[in-house]
T-cell receptor, first 110, second 113 residues
Framework: SQQGEEDPQALSIQEGENATMNCSYKTSINNLQWYRQNSGRGLVHLILIRSNEREKHSGRLRVTLDTSKKSSSLLITASRAADTASYFCATDATGNQFYFGTGTSLTVIP | EAGVAQSPRYKIIEKRQSVAFWCNPISGHATLYWYQQILGQGPKLLIQFQNNGVVDDSQLPKDRFSAERLKGVDSTLKIQPAKLEDSAVYLC???????????FGPGTRLTVT
């Protein structure tokens, strides 16, 4: 089974609102990454957070990591229609195993 | 910088036939990954190479799937014989080293009829 699970499975918001999606995983990790996938650009890396980090920012993205709860969250602020995509967390588990989650489908309504 | 190249982009075959996919990673990237992505699901790692050695192939159906990475650069993934459930998008990705961000190719959409 896959390592990560995103929640919610689907999210629909108005342009300008913030979007938050969560990821839970099962085993110890070295780092956690977030990726975006849309039909136009395929899978694109967004941000990487290492297991010894708690929060990381990149532009309108904010990622948090709680290793005690084995969970992470991705916040997209001031969303745009172009943010419409599926978002996946991916974990680099100890033992050099890499797993993608099930994904959150985000729709931003103009 | 050139991205990850994959070919073909689309392939339609009948069940029990064989098929091969090709991937050319970003120059200098030591780690190469093959993923299978079924519609509506996240990518599933099939095999991971570090240079030309296999690091993880625990989710590769070895009775029908095989992959190689000759000279630590290009890679091919083969399915023989194909089954209906192999219909999916096959993604290739590369990274500088394991644990770094991955760069994905456009994928090959395989339809098995």
């Amino acid at each position: 089974s896959q390592q990560g699970e995103e929640d919610p499975q689907a999210l629909s918001i108005q342009e300008g609102e913030n979007a938050t999606m969560n990821c839970s995983y099962k085993t110890s990790i070295n780092n956690l990454q977030w990726y975006r996938q849309n039909s136009g650009r395929g899978l694109v890396h967004l941000i990487l957070i290492r297991s010894n980090e708690r929060e990381k920012h990149s532009g309108r993205l904010r990622v948090t990591l709680d290793t005690s709860k084995k969970s992470s969250s991705l916040l997209i602020t001031a969303s745009r229609a172009a943010d419409t995509a599926s978002y996946f967390c991916a974990t680099d588990a100890t033992g050099n195993q890499f797993y993608f989650g099930t994904g959150t489908s985000l729709t931003v309504i103009p | 910088e050139a991205g990850v190249a994959q070919s073909p982009r689309y392939k339609i075959i009948e069940k029990r036939q064989s098929v091969a996919f090709w991937c050319n990673p970003i120059s200098g990237h030591a780690t190469l990954y093959w993923y299978q992505q079924i519609l509506g699901q996240g990518p599933k790692l099939l095999i991971q190479f570090q240079n030309n050695g296999v690091v993880d192939d625990s989710q590769l159906p070895k009775d029908r799937f095989s992959a190689e990475r000759l000279k630590g650069v290009d890679s091919t993934l083969k399915i023989q014989p194909a089954k209906l459930e192999d219909s999916a998008v096959y993604l290739c990705a590369s990274s500088l080293e394991f644990g770094y961000e991955q760069y994905f190719g456009p994928g090959t959409r395989l339809t098995v009829t």
